[in-house]
């Protein structure tokens, strides 16, 4: 019964730690939607071409966080319930 326990408790903890890592992924990941709003309506305003390419490169690293972020979070969903 102890040995029983002991898996629960492990299980637990495992639970909670990907639960919490997954929390810190969407808030990240609501940062980085802030921040590629704030690039849109940079770039919609942007003045010369140079601007709109240095604009561009960042809205695209921006985008490919998101996307990093996302297969994240995803992962650590199916971590949790597997478990």
Known sequence: MNSVQDKNK???????ANLDRSLAE?????????EKQN???QLNSAGSLI???????KL?????SIQDTTTRINMAAQKTLVQ
């Open 10 to 16: 492990q299980t637990d903890f495992v639970t909670r």
């Open 26 to 34: 969407q808030q990240s990941s609501a940062v980085l939607q802030q």
């Open 39 to 41: 690039a849109l309506q």
């Open 51 to 57: 601007e709109v390419q240095k604009l561009t490169g």
């Open 60 to 64: 695209h690293a921006i985008e490919s």
